[in-house]
């Protein structure tokens, strides 16, 4: 351990700190914190508009990486919106096959308004990541439509844990 300006009863360690044992993967040396911007998007285009609600977040430590965001007043604008509702600009990308599990409420909607998503389903191509939203119904699960957005006064609040 090495002397450092943290407070009373904290421990500072120089280097990380191993637990478990002794090997590189036992070494708990990466903790990261920051903000992103997330960005809706429609699977068929279109252009989006929205109020970012309080800051949208992430905390990384090791390969877990937990981000939250509340996207609100969302709107759509001129044509080509189509498909399922998408949201990008994760600060890092989930590998093929990596565990993930989150939710997300959706305040008001023309599509099942008032119920909790979640969200269940990631592409990853290259350095981006999109997440699906998807809904718990009483019928299985269903991909969240752009249609289902009601201009202006739809609201995405959510939190999402996944590997990289």
Same mark, same amino acid.
């Given at each position: 351990?090495?002397? $450092?300006? !943290? =407070?009373?009863?904290? /421990?500072?360690?120089?280097?990380?700190?191993?637990?478990? %044992? @002794?090997? #590189?993967?036992?070494?708990?040396?990466?903790?990261?914190?920051?903000?992103?911007?997330?960005?809706?998007?429609?699977?068929?285009?279109?252009?989006?508009?929205?109020?970012?609600?309080?800051?949208?977040?992430?905390?990384?430590?090791?390969?877990?990486?937990?981000?939250?965001?509340?996207?609100?007043?969302?709107?759509?604008?001129?044509? $080509?919106? !189509? =498909?399922?509702?998408? /949201?990008?600009?994760?600060?890092?990308?989930?590998?093929? %096959? @990596?565990? #993930?599990?989150?939710?997300?409420?959706?305040?008001?909607?023309?599509?099942?308004?008032?119920?909790?998503?979640?969200?269940?389903?990631?592409?990853?191509?290259?350095?981006?990541?999109?997440?699906?939203?998807?809904?718990?119904?009483?019928?299985?699960?269903?991909?969240?439509?752009?249609?289902?957005?009601?201009?202006?006064?739809?609201?995405?609040?959510?939190?999402?844990?996944?590997?990289?």
């Amino acid at each position: 351990t090495t002397a $450092g300006s !943290a =407070g009373a009863g904290d /421990i500072v360690v120089a280097g990380g700190v191993y637990l478990g %044992g @002794t090997g #590189a993967a036992n070494k708990l040396d990466d903790y990261e914190e920051g903000t992103w911007t997330p960005v809706i998007a429609g699977a068929g285009g279109g252009a989006y508009t929205y109020t970012a609600g309080a800051t949208a977040r992430y905390t990384k430590v090791g390969n877990l990486v937990t981000v939250s965001a509340s996207i609100l007043n969302i709107t759509t604008s001129g044509t $080509g919106h !189509a =498909g399922y509702v998408q /949201i990008r600009g994760l600060p890092f990308t989930k590998p093929s %096959g @990596t565990f #993930a599990t989150g939710a997300v409420e959706l305040a008001t909607a023309t599509f099942s308004s008032g119920r909790t998503y979640a969200v269940v389903s990631f592409i990853s191509t290259g350095t981006n990541t999109t997440l699906f939203i998807r809904q718990l119904g009483d019928s299985g699960p269903a991909d969240f439509p752009v249609s289902g957005i009601n201009s202006g006064n739809t609201d995405f609040n959510f939190s999402i844990t996944y590997q990289v």
